[in-house]
């Protein structure tokens, strides 16, 4: 199985989901917006596993660094106290990469399809020519916004990417020396990243830019209530210990 048929796969029935949306609202752009929500919705336990589990690693993360700490010129039984920390905290360091792995293929999907939907879909759809239709400031969604809309796309980037740093305590999923070496490897992502995104929304279909804006607001409404959750649950259970003695 080539690359081609693997996206078209998954590209297809999204595109006729996107084409009865635009058929409903008669708008490309504002299709790609409810579009943009019903997927994301669809990932949305997907990604609340994923804050989960970074939620839960910030948590054991103080008993983390006590173990490294104590072993650390034993790598192997560090390697075994941490695996026992994992089990008895009932953690998987996998968690935060699962979702990951299962979202690549139909993010994939939707970049071949939103930047070239003529490949995936039948000539005689209305969505081959709703692609092009203006929005906003932005005369063809088939083709790049120079300024506008990349740089909102990177600043929400960085906003999306920062909150999730956050509801992990700063922290990368592992432990050891990779965990150390990683870290300074996250925080030069999270400004590396925005700028990358900035350079490919300035040469992408400005209809893949919004879906890509749109889900970073997504993804920083949802982080913003997974945390007021966490805080709520945690006061719950506090109140429910009592104070201490």
Not at 119 to 133: D, F, R, V
């Amino acid at each position: 199985m080539n690359l081609y048929t693997f996206f078209s796969f998954i590209a297809t029935p999204l595109g006729y989901l996107l084409n009865a949306i635009n058929s409903f609202c008669h708008d490309y752009g504002i299709a790609i917006i409810i579009f943009t929500l019903i997927v994301r919705g669809a990932l949305f336990p997907l990604y609340a596993s994923q804050i989960k589990g970074q939620m839960k690693m910030a948590a054991i993360q103080p008993k983390m660094q006590m173990l490294q700490k104590k072993y650390a010129d034993n790598k192997e039984e560090l390697g075994r106290k941490m695996q026992e920390l994992y089990k008895q905290e009932n953690y998987n360091p996998m968690s935060g990469c699962l979702p990951l792995v299962i979202q690549m293929p139909i993010l994939m999907g939707l970049f071949y399809l939103l930047r070239n939907p003529g490949l995936y879909l039948p000539t005689k759809i209305n969505l081959i020519i709703a692609s092009h239709e203006s929005f906003l400031w932005i005369p063809d969604l088939s083709q790049p916004d120079q300024w506008i809309l990349p740089i909102i796309t990177g600043v929400t980037t960085f906003a999306s990417m920062s909150m999730t740093g956050m509801m992990s305590g700063g922290a990368p999923t592992g432990g050891g020396d990779a965990a150390a070496s990683m870290a300074p490897m996250m925080k030069v992502m999270r400004v590396f990243m925005p700028i990358f995104i900035v350079v490919m929304a300035r040469s992408m279909p400005s209809g893949l830019a919004v879906y890509w804006f749109i889900g970073n607001l997504f993804t920083v409404v949802q982080t913003w209530l997974l945390k007021n959750l966490r805080t709520k649950a945690q006061k719950a259970a506090d109140a429910e210990k009592g104070p201490a003695k």
